[in-house]
């Protein structure tokens, strides 16, 4: 599937404690790797989830950003993948039903273990400044760029990153 560009409003969160429910929710596991990646924020990333493969374009930074995504057969992902070497991460994501979203939970494999992000989509600016994340919840890293994937896929843990396992195991 093809998708034209869209406008992603988005919030993305530390996440101090898994909530319980993980355990009966389908989990997919997500290797992502970065062709490109411009000091503006533009990217271009390479996208393996389960058995099915993307190229992503993503332009902009923080709260609203614009996302093109184009599918790709797994013969072209295969011949561009060995060309984001060093700027690959992996992670295994769960969707989480949450009153009126749906929240990306995302839990990321060595060298970023410890490391949990939650994301939540919005349709409009209005209703992500509505949104109360749950207490499982910590700081809202949306605007920080150490929290980026393209960053953590670079330069991995941030700095000063407080190493705690939210019970990832």
Request: hydrophobic letters at 40%; charged letters at 25%.
């Amino acid at each position: 599937m093809d998708r034209s560009a869209t406008l992603e409003i988005e919030r993305k969160f530390l996440v101090v404690e898994l909530p319980r429910d993980l355990a009966g929710l389908e989990a997919a596991v997500i290797a992502q790797g970065y062709l490109a990646i411009v000091p503006d924020g533009t990217e271009v990333r390479l996208r393996r989830k389960g058995d099915r493969f993307f190229q992503t374009v993503k332009s902009g930074r923080g709260l609203v950003r614009r996302e093109t995504e184009v599918e790709l057969s797994e013969a072209q992902f295969a011949a561009l993948w060995p060309l984001t070497e060093g700027r690959r991460l992996t992670k295994r994501r769960y969707r989480l039903p949450l009153p009126g979203h749906i929240c990306e939970l995302d839990v990321f494999g060595a060298p970023l273990a410890g490391l949990v992000l939650a994301e939540v989509e919005f349709p409009s600016m209005a209703a992500s400044r509505r949104f109360i994340p749950p207490a499982w919840c910590g700081a809202e890293v949306t605007g920080d760029r150490r929290f980026q994937n393209q960053h953590l896929a670079l330069h991995g843990m941030p700095a000063n990153f407080p190493r705690q396992d939210p019970g990832t195991s």
